[in-house]
T-cell receptor
Framework: GNSVTQMEGPVTLSEEAFLTINCTYT??????LFWYVQYPGEGLQLLLK?????DKGSNKGFEATYRKETTSFHLEKGSVQVSDSAVYFC???????????FGAGTTVTVRA | GAVVSQHPSRVICKSGTSVKIECRSL??????MFWYRQFPKQSLMLMAT?????????EQGVEKDKFLINHASLTLSTLTVTSAHPEDSSFYIC??????????????FGPGTRLTVL
């Protein structure tokens, strides 16, 4: 089956610190990979995605590279801000199945 | 970007009553919508896929008679929790698939509905 494993939180950082959230997956078929962000009191928003191996998704200073050889899609940001405090979800979608499978979510808190 | 709304945002009800949650795509048509359930500090669990004009497809372990889904138009899907009990208390989230020609085939999520059953 399809599953996503992501680093457990919570993660607490100081402003301008480097953030990495690990995500690995197992999938039947060739998945597309996603990172979603959920800000306090809001719904999930698509942060970035990658649809094939070696693709790099990027948005708002965040990046993640689709690594087929390690079945990973780690999220990184070089310098976080307080406004990046949120829950981050890694997800996959197999190409012939439009359902999303989510990881457990990682809560990130950035302190000023 | 595309907007999906949910109503109500919070609902408290007595055990045994039924609760209806609406999910609307505000600026695009969605032939497919999804309903998820999110437990505290846990991930989203897909409950069912809602297809406009046809029956919903439920995930294994989800009671279709308990969680009634209706997708009567291209912009509205409803989830009715029938005879709710305290164990049904949860955060329910919908998403809508934007399949606009030339678009990105992205799922857009609603803000969620917090259901508390007393």
């Amino acid at each position: 089956g399809n599953s996503v494993t992501q680093m457990e939180g919570p993660v607490t950082l100081s402003e301008e610190a480097f953030l990495t959230i690990n995500c690995t997956y197992t999938a039947t078929g060739y998945p597309s990979l996603f990172w979603y962000v959920q800000y306090p009191g809001e719904g999930l928003q698509l942060l970035l995605k990658a649809t094939k191996a070696d693709d790099k998704g990027s948005n708002k200073g965040f990046e993640a590279t689709y690594r087929k050889e390690t079945t990973s899609f780690h999220l990184e940001k070089g310098s976080v801000q307080v406004s990046d405090s949120a829950v981050y979800f890694c997800a996959l979608r197999v190409s012939n199945d439009y359902k999303l499978s989510f990881g457990a979510g990682t809560t990130v808190t950035v302190r000023a | 970007g595309a907007v999906v709304s949910q109503h109500p945002s919070r609902v408290i009800c007595k055990s045994g009553t039924s609760v209806k949650i609406e999910c609307r795509s505000l600026d695009f048509q969605a032939t497919t919508m999804f309903w998820y359930r999110q437990f505290p500090k846990q991930s989203l669990m897909l409950m069912a896929t809602s297809n406009e004009g046809s029956k919903a497809t439920y995930e294994q372990g989800v009671e279709k008679d308990k969680f009634l889904i209706n997708h009567a138009s291209l912009t509205l899907s409803t989830l009715t929790v029938t005879s709710a009990h305290p164990e049904d208390s949860s955060f329910y989230i919908c998403s809508a698939r934007d399949m606009t020609v030339g678009g990105t085939d992205t799922q857009y999520f609603g803000p969620g509905t917090r259901l508390t059953v007393l």
